[in-house]
């Protein structure tokens, strides 16, 4: 009992409402992705009947806006630059993150964003739903 | 003895723990191609530039900047989606099919009638006869050098039982698969490497063209007509028949 009142007395100081909308932010899940072409292709992904989860933000070498998540059971990471020049020079670079633990992955760039797609599960041995994933994705 | 045995085991074990462990490097693809029996088969419907941890043949693929591209038939792999029907030999054209803009001009040796999945843009090198691809240009001295290097895809795909296009039709004039033709029926001087001397009648890089009005018979550049094709004059129809490639 003593343990709720302190954890409420915290929450009260700290301000747990207005920290979980910054928390959620940074987290940055689809839900809270306002807008955007990280949203739009989300959004494209959904419409065309695709399941994905949330995208958390992912440290990675070649990008300071990425976020990675997963469509089906294959892992994406979606990375946003100022520009389609700069997405596009950093397809080589993405592919370190495909890695060598996969089946089949791909890192494409479409307009400023970079799509890298790892099928690390061997869930789409055809390739079918990363070929869907590309083509739905706003140029 | 045993230490001998003992030793063989342990290299034995330790080669076999490298193999299921030690994942290969990135291969580069673009385009879809088949997926190797070893992976299970069938094919990999990617069109862009992706990667796998396997390699690629050397007959049924060519390098396009610095990634493999398939040119073979995907039909024989399972393949399930649009696919265009080509006789002989033909270019294609990679940079259009993948859509970049690294010009990439290849060559397709398959013999007969075999599948695409690309449509070929339009242009006076290829005429469509009865639904079919005809390449009726002239073929430059790449096409005539890389060919005993990859002529071999006929043999390969020989023995794979598949649904192949059936052409019947007449060759348009001046196919790359007509090798020569003298005259009328009956009358074939086999190429390669035959040259013709007849009024307006060019020949390039070795390679027959033809002139004459049907009828006429046609022999395929490299070995055969292949796929079980037939010619019939005046008939202007694409079907298909389950057959071995012969």
């Known amino acids: ?139 | 003895m045993r230490h001998v045995l003992v030793s063989i085991a342990l290299l034995l074990g330790a080669l076999s723990l490298a193999d299921a462990g030690g994942k290969g490097r990135q291969v580069r693809y673009v385009g879809i191609h088949p997926l190797p029996k070893g992976e299970g088969g069938g094919m990999c419907y990617i069109e862009g530039p992706h990667v796998h941890l396997f390699v690629a043949n050397k007959l049924e693929y060519r390098d396009h900047d610095g990634a493999n591209y398939f040119i073979g038939d995907p039909v024989a792999y399972g393949y399930d989606g649009p696919k265009h029907v080509y006789k002989g030999h033909h270019p294609v054209h990679v940079n259009v099919v993948v859509g970049d803009p690294v010009e990439d001009v290849e060559w397709c040796y398959l013999d007969g009638p075999h599948y695409h999945y690309f449509a070929e843009p339009e242009s006076p090198e290829f005429k469509v006869v009865g639904g079919a691809y005809f390449y009726v240009g002239a073929p430059p001295p790449v096409y005539v050098e890389a060919r005993p290097a990859y002529v071999g895809i006929n043999a390969m795909y020989r023995p794979i039982v598949y649904t192949r296009p059936v052409v019947e039709v007449v060759a348009p004039v001046g196919w790359i698969g007509a090798g020569v033709v003298v005259g009328g029926p009956g009358v074939v001087v086999a190429p390669p490497a035959a040259v013709v001397v007849a009024p307006g009648v060019h020949i390039h890089a070795g390679v027959g063209v033809v002139v004459p009005p049907p009828p006429s018979v046609h022999i395929g550049v490299g070995v055969s007509v292949g796929g079980g094709a037939v010619i019939v004059p005046g008939r202007v129809k694409v079907k298909q028949k389950k057959f071995k490639h012969r």
């Open chain 1, 1 to 139: 009992m003593r343990t709720i009142w302190i954890v409420a007395i915290v929450c009260a100081i700290a301000g747990c409402d207005k920290g979980d909308k910054a928390a959620a932010a940074g987290s940055g899940s689809s839900a809270t992705e306002e807008s955007g072409p990280r949203k739009d292709l989300v959004e494209a992904w959904k419409k065309g009947g695709l399941t994905v989860s949330e995208l958390a933000p992912e440290k990675v070498a070649f990008g300071t806006d990425c976020k990675k998540g997963t469509v089906g059971a294959i892992e994406v990471l979606v990375c946003q630059y100022a520009s389609a020049e700069e997405s596009k020079k950093q397809e080589t670079p993405g592919y370190t993150w495909v890695g060598e633990n996969m089946f089949g992955g791909t890192c494409q760039a479409k307009g400023a964003l970079l799509i890298c797609v790892a099928d690390r599960q061997k869930s789409d041995p055809s390739g079918k739903t990363i070929q869907k994933m590309m083509s739905l994705a706003p140029k």
